[in-house]
């Protein structure tokens, strides 16, 4: 019995059905310390209270015992995952992702829709990043010119499973993995603090990940590699803003003030102003000291500065949506393939918050739609 999964689980029913340790101690007969420690891994809880805590979440004995899936194919670094805590922090999230791919994928084995991602695009015959997103963009099906509008319904149309975590620590940008050889998937962080242009430019991060640097995939593996990042980060910024779009956009906006052009580019490519910026000194049309006078220059034309990350005419919430899970969940439930509360435990929501989210789904009379089962 692995004590740190079961408490996980019962932490994670619990949640689901929005109950707070006291509720559930109560319920359930027992000791809230007992609790704790059992949520906590700390203890091993009797057969009599795993029944009535069964009971409580209306679940069998044997959903407390599953298994966070072993995946060595993941790719989670970070620069200062170096204390005890930020190890554990690390360890926790990955094992929530871990079990949320397993359950994505089994829940489209269960629909029959279970996409393989093409990783193939001669890689071997392509020198750079540069030439290994351009390839990359014609695989997906993409032009040498067009901007990328919707990057959440691209690389999940083409195989690839979102996650958005929401995590309160920006070192924690993006986690990619790739289940049973097949199955590749991309967590990002969307915690308020990271601007929707940072988000998007980590799933063209981590797809260059995916492409350039899977025998680096391996879950042991922390800290990570300089040479390996800057790769990430320039086949991003050419996925994103190809170089022919680029100069075409550059020469439309030749007759405005710089700090609108770059304003323009960076609305048209969704990405930041530092991703345009450092395209600018790549093409060595300015140098490092464009981050300054941009700065200065922006706020004598808007009057606000650029601290503490601030992202100018930022894009929203919805021009980064995830929608294919919540899409099989509403299919499965409809189909009566799987209950709602199951449901819930997939999209890692309470119960309630999944029945109010059924409500507002549209069905074709147009009539709320109300699921309590």
């Known amino acids: ?215 680096s995939f391996n879950v042991n593996e922390v800290l990570e590699i300089e040479k390996q990042e800057a790769e990430a980060d320039r086949f991003g910024s050419y996925f994103l803003m190809p170089e022919k779009a680029f100069i075409a956009k550059l020469q439309e906006n030749k007759g405005l003030h710089w700090v609108h052009s770059v304003l323009d580019i960076k609305r048209y490519f969704k990405v930041s102003y530092k991703t345009v910026l450092r395209r600018l000194i790549d093409m060595r049309l300015t140098d490092s000291n464009a981050y300054r006078v941009f700065a200065v220059q922006y706020k004598a034309i808007y009057g606000h500065d650029l601290k503490n990350h601030y992202e100018p005419h930022k894009l929203d919430r919805v021009d980064f949506m995830e929608v294919r899970l919540i899409g099989l969940v509403r299919d499965a439930i409809e189909k009566e393939i799987i209950t709602v509360s199951r449901a819930a435990e997939i999209l890692g929501i309470s119960l309630q918050d999944m029945r109010e989210r059924g409500k507002y789904w549209s069905p074709p009379d147009g009539e709320e739609k109300n699921i309590s089962q």
């Open 1 to 215: 019995m692995n004590l740190h999964s079961l408490g996980r689980k019962v932490k994670s029913l619990r949640k689901v059905n929005e109950l707070t340790q006291e509720e559930l101690a109560e319920k359930a007969g027992i000791t809230r310390a007992a609790l704790n420690a059992i949520e906590n891994g700390r203890a091993k809880p009797r057969t009599s209270n795993l029944y009535r805590m069964a009971k409580v979440f209306n679940v069998k004995i044997a959903d407390f015992f599953e298994v966070v899936p072993d995946m060595a194919e993941v790719r989670f670094r970070c620069k200062k995952c170096k204390t005890k805590k930020q190890m554990d922090t690390r360890e926790e999230l990955l094992n929530k992702v871990k079990m949320w791919l397993n359950n994505f994928c089994v829940l489209e084995k269960l629909m029959k829709k279970q996409p393989e991602f093409d990783f193939d695009i001669n890689q071997a015959k392509l020198k750079s990043p540069k030439e290994i997103a351009a390839s990359a963009r014609h695989k997906l099906g993409l032009s040498e010119t067009e901007p990328i509008n919707d990057i959440c319904g691209l690389v999940e149309s083409k195989g690839i499973k979102l996650f958005l975590f929401n995590e309160n620590d920006d070192n924690l940008s993006g986690i990619s993995l790739i289940h049973k050889g097949k199955y590749p998937a991309i967590a990002v962080n969307v915690n308020n603090e990271i601007s929707v242009e940072r988000q998007i430019f980590t799933v063209a991060h981590e797809l260059g990940h995916i492409y350039m640097h899977r025998e």
